[in-house]
């Protein structure tokens, strides 16, 4: 079983829904969380850096951590073509070590 | 400096030989880490840096892999007698040892063993 896990989709939605990405881990040593954008064959771009449990919002983008339940979620308000992509969730234990990601999933945004 | 920065950025390559890539971290940014990630999987750690010392290094670095980062600035991974399941993207990504360590990837070296 992987650290964190992600579906993989594809999500496929219309232009200006609201679309709600999920992570579970399992290693209760994480104490960071990150989500990452990545376009087609280029490399990751940072969205949102949150640490332990709580919300983060940053304009259409809301991190959301509940350490619980093991649970990451990222929502995007108002979702453009152009957030068409794959988003990765990440966690590390300790600021500057290594980051475990989940496996990404697919979001297709419809015009 | 506007990001980190990588070379080549594609590699095709025949089975049994040696490649080297490179990465440049963002300038002040003392932290240096490699990720591989194969297609549709997300990157995997491999081994990070605090300056010229290499702090960890993953099990799935097997004896054909070393990096180095000599002066603590830029740094090299070398694969040797490459195998076809070594065909993958090779990210480089940097951090400043703050507290709140925000890792910024560059945009990867593209790696096809034939």
């Known amino acids: 079983q992987k650290e964190v896990e992600q579906d993989p989709g594809p999500l496929s939605v219309p232009e200006g829904a609201i679309v709600s990405l999920n992570c579970t881990y399992s290693n209760s040593a994480f104490q960071y969380f990150m989500w990452y954008r990545q376009y087609s064959r280029k490399g990751p771009e940072l969205l949102m850096y949150t640490y332990s449990s709580g919300n983060k919002e940053d304009g259409r983008f809301t991190a959301q951590v509940d350490k619980s339940s093991k649970y990451i979620s990222l929502f995007i308000r108002d979702s453009q073509p152009s957030d068409s992509a794959t988003y990765l969730c990440?966690?590390?234990?300790?600021?500057?070590?290594?980051?475990?990601f989940g496996g990404g999933t697919r979001l297709m945004v419809k015009p | 400096d506007t990001g980190v920065s990588q070379d080549p950025r594609h590699k095709i390559t025949k089975r049994g030989q040696n490649v080297t890539f490179r990465c440049d971290p963002i300038?002040?940014?003392?932290?240096l880490y490699w990720y591989r990630q194969t297609l549709g999987q997300g990157p995997e750690f491999l081994t990070y840096?605090?300056?010229?010392?290499?702090?960890?290094k993953s099990r799935l670095l097997s004896d054909r892999f070393s990096a180095e980062r000599p002066k603590g600035s830029f740094s090299t991974l070398e694969i040797q007698r490459t195998e076809q399941g070594d065909s993958a993207m090779y990210l480089c990504a940097s951090s400043w040892d703050s507290g709140q360590e925000t890792q910024y990837f560059g945009p990867g070296t593209r790696l096809l063993v034939l």
């Open positions: 840096f605090q300056n010229e010392a290499q702090l960890e």
């Open positions: 300038s002040e940014h003392n932290r």
């Open positions: 990440a966690a590390e234990r300790n600021a500057g070590n290594m980051l475990t």
